[in-house]
């Protein structure tokens, strides 16, 4: 590096002095050929003006000394020729020649094609007398700075030997520790012997150097069987936690075991409530379609034994031959009212049978079937009217008249039953008149139900559990808290659809429902 260095400063240094020791010699030739075309146009004034060809050629000849000088021309006022000198020893002919005509100032020389070139004018009493012409090879210039070249070139070798001599000296002196240190380097990087030290072999910045590499060998060290130490005690740690996690793990599984069978017990459990909830449901409509059938066949059954009395009334008479003819009418007129009694009233039993027919039936098999929604909406608050005509509760239906789905009508009787039980038994538990409105719309193959009350609402730790089973408020009357789960797990399993819950205390209740359904055949 000090030897590559020294060298390009010195080839700068040289080319910028070769670069002005050209421009110097150029400056200084041109300088010499003037003072000399100077001193010859002087003493050719006189032959000039007399045309004296034969003097004006004796002060050429002046020339012959200068062997750079290619050619040397003395003119008269006209350009004509008056004497010319030609060197010898210059073999371009065509270059000797003299020029028919100056046409530029040349007083001040210059280098053309390898020449430099001078003319003056010659003046005699303010009077142009003639012309001087000189042409030289300028390879005298270069031979010169060749020469300058040389000099330098031999500087350069004294001083690139001087400088490998300084750099080989230097280079033992500072790659000896570095080497040493290298060489200890590879021994600890290839042992992983961190006991090793660098030799120190000079008191200088390399020798601090191999002192703080040391110490930091000996610090590394000591890090060394520190870590060891620690990977052995970690080691031992290790062996400890999986033996604790071994003994963990197998009382996990353990635990996890019983888990599961609890959890399916659980499930069998919850399953069996269900269906309990669910035949509850049915027997309480059972109960309550009993209790709706019993008074039409009780008023038939009290017509009837009136019927009957009157009938015996009527047959003792005829018997006795005393039966006159408003007896006979009077007869009549009760045959026919009691028969519009027991006809009206076996009728509305049949009505009561026949919508409890279908809804049992939807309720107890779980089959797909067409209906109507708002229409089936309406059978199933017929059968929930032995509860629902104790109070003076509002049902509100906005639904489409036409709307025929394909889907189970069992299991949206159970959503709604317990939908509207639920707002009667907490919802309306205070009210003497509550309101409750449903919506239902059709769109892009989903069903959008809205189910609201203006009941009493819902805390929001209530509104949280509200779809967890066996979460309810009621368990000290016999409420099972199953009645919002069972519609959740309908919604969301059986008929794939959404179920969300929004409540405010005292401020009502909010059921969006959203199900995916098949219109009937012949719908749109």
């Known amino acids: 590096m000090i030897t590559v260095s020294s060298v390009i400063s010195l080839l700068l240094a040289i080319g910028t002095i070769s670069y002005f020791n050209i421009l110097n010699i150029k400056k200084r030739a041109i300088e010499n050929i003037s003072v000399l075309g100077e001193v010859i146009a002087e003493r050719s004034t006189a032959a000039l003006a007399f045309m004296d060809a034969r003097q004006s050629e004796r002060n050429l000849l002046a020339l012959r000394h200068m062997k750079h000088i290619v050619t040397a021309c003395l003119y008269n006022n006209d350009y004509l020729v008056v004497a010319q000198y030609i060197n010898p020893q210059y073999k371009n002919g065509a270059a000797q020649t003299c020029p028919r005509q100056i046409l530029s100032d040349l007083s001040h020389g210059v280098y053309k094609a390898d020449n430099m070139i001078w003319g003056k004018k010659i003046f005699l009493d303010n ?40 750099a080989n000296r230097v280079q033992k002196i500072v790659s000896r520790p570095i080497i040493e240190l290298e060489l200890t380097a590879r021994i600890i990087a290839a042992n992983k012997d961190y006991s090793i030290r660098a030799e120190k072999i000079s008191d200088d910045e390399l020798g601090d150097f191999i002192d703080a590499f040391n110490s930091m060998l000996e610090q590394t060290e000591n890090n060394e069987k520190t870590l060891l130490i620690q990977k052995q005690q970690l080691e031992s740690h290790q062996q400890h936690l999986e033996m604790m996690v071994k003994q963990r793990t197998s009382k996990l599984q353990e635990l996890n075991n019983e888990l599961k069978e609890t959890l399916t017990q659980v499930e069998e459990m919850q399953e069996q409530l269900i269906e309990s909830e669910k035949m509850a449901s049915l027997g309480a409509l059972v109960a309550g379609i009993a209790h709706e059938v019993n008074t039409p066949i009780g008023i038939c059954l009290t017509a009837a034994s009136f019927l009957k009395e009157r009938y015996d009334i009527l047959l003792s008479l005829y018997n006795k031959d005393a039966m006159t003819q408003e007896a006979f009418e009077e007869f009549l007129k009760i045959v026919k009212e009691s028969a519009e009694i027991m006809l009206k009233n076996i009728q509305r039993a049949t009505d009561v049978i026949q919508n409890f027919k279908k809804v049992a039936v939807d309720q107890s098999v779980e089959d797909k079937r067409c209906f109507n929604v708002k229409d089936y909406l309406y059978e199933i608050i017929k059968s929930l009217q032995p509860r629902l005509k104790k109070h003076k509760h509002i049902i509100n239906i906005q639904a489409p008249e036409q709307l025929s789905i394909m889907s189970y009508p069992g299991s949206f009787y159970q959503i709604f039953s317990n939908l509207i039980l639920n707002s009667l038994i907490h919802g309306f538990s205070a009210m003497e008149q509550g309101v409750i409105d449903i919506k239902i719309s059709y769109d892009k193959h989903r069903l959008a139900i809205v189910y609201t009350d203006n009941g009493k609402g819902m805390t929001e730790d209530v509104l949280m559990k509200v779809f967890e089973p066996f979460a309810t408020t009621m368990r000290n009357r016999g409420g099972t808290g199953l009645g919002a789960h069972i519609i959740y797990n309908i919604i969301t399993q059986q008929l794939q659809g959404k179920i969300n819950c929004e409540s405010h205390l005292n401020n009502g209740v909010r059921f969006d429902i959203n199900i995916p359904v098949v219109l009937c055949e012949g719908e749109s």
Do not use: P, T
């Open 127 to 166: 009077s142009v007398v003639g012309y001087i012409y000189i042409k030289a090879d300028d390879s005298f210039v270069y031979n010169e700075f060749y020469e300058g070249i040389s000099r330098y070139l031999i500087i350069i070798l004294v001083v690139i030997s001087f400088s490998l001599v300084v």
